[in-house]
């Protein structure tokens, strides 16, 4: 049986083919995004101050997805809801567009998912300062806003953005229902080959997938050091002369005046 040569320059010739389609993929990443951290945001204060019935909704909401392969909710989403929207209503969406059922499918998970960053995140910042908020005359709402809010966004950045990353690459598998995204358009191309050109093109995605990887990172890297601008404990300060110092050597050495330096 003849073996063809892995041939490294076509990783290159295709990757233009594929850019074009990288809209679609970026488009249901998207929408993906903001419409689970919405259904996130709902959920979380459903299990932090929602009744007890809606906590248990939201509890056994978020086992069912958790515990629900994307592969297995995509083709539920795909092929079971157009079925139940015809019993219900005699409505027909099997026309729609194939990014409508994809974007829908990561909504339930990511949103099941980053409930629990928001509600852990949520937690995490101590009562008390709502409370005194509250106490000096701001209202409810706005102390929500303007002191728990932005504590509870530098706890959560971290996870949500691993959380963001791996969605995007679980979008994926929106070339399963026949989507035409980047991964979708990465197989024609190998289909009209005749099979032939498959690791390069792969190869073409995964390198175009690390690039986006990489540029996410360096997004939400910048923004959690905005956000965590004069919160962080290891504040560094400088001495006379101008020299930086070690913000925990001083804060330890400042602490041995109350008998907790080390």
């Not at 040569?5 to 990757?15: C, Y």
């Not at 970026?26 to 299990?47: F, H, N, R, T």
Request: proline share 3%; charged share 15%; hydrophobic share 50%.
């Amino acid at each position: 049986m003849d073996t063809r040569a892995f041939d490294p320059a076509m990783i290159f010739t295709v990757m233009p083919d594929l850019l074009e389609y990288l809209d679609v993929t970026l488009l249901v990443g998207a929408g993906s995004i903001i419409g689970g951290s919405l259904l996130g945001m709902l959920l979380a204060w459903a299990k932090i101050g929602g009744t007890r019935g809606l906590r248990w909704l939201a509890q056994g909401y978020t086992y069912v997805m958790r515990c629900t392969p994307s592969i297995v909710l995509l083709f539920i989403v795909f092929y079971g809801l157009p079925q139940l929207m015809d019993a219900l209503f005699s409505y027909n969406i099997n026309q729609m567009n194939r990014a409508v059922f994809a974007i829908l499918t990561f909504v339930l998970l990511f949103g099941a998912y980053i409930s629990e960053v928001f509600r852990s995140a949520y937690l995490a910042v101590p009562q008390g300062q709502y409370e005194a908020a509250v106490s000096i005359g701001i209202p409810p709402i706005k102390a929500f806003f303007l002191v728990m809010l932005p504590q509870a966004a530098v706890v959560a950045l971290p996870n949500f953005a691993n959380s963001t990353i791996n969605l995007l690459k679980e979008g994926a598998l929106a070339y399963t229902i026949g989507l035409i995204d980047m991964i979708g358009q990465g197989n024609l191309i190998i289909a009209q080959n005749f099979g032939a050109y498959g690791i390069e093109v792969y190869t073409a995605c995964m390198l175009i997938y690390w690039g986006m990887t990489l540029l996410l990172e360096r997004v939400f890297d910048w923004l959690e050091a905005r956000l965590d601008k004069g919160q962080t404990l290891a504040i560094r300060s400088k001495d006379a002369t101008g020299k930086e110092k070690n913000g925990w050597k001083e804060w330890l050495k400042g602490g041995e005046a109350h008998g907790i330096g080390l």
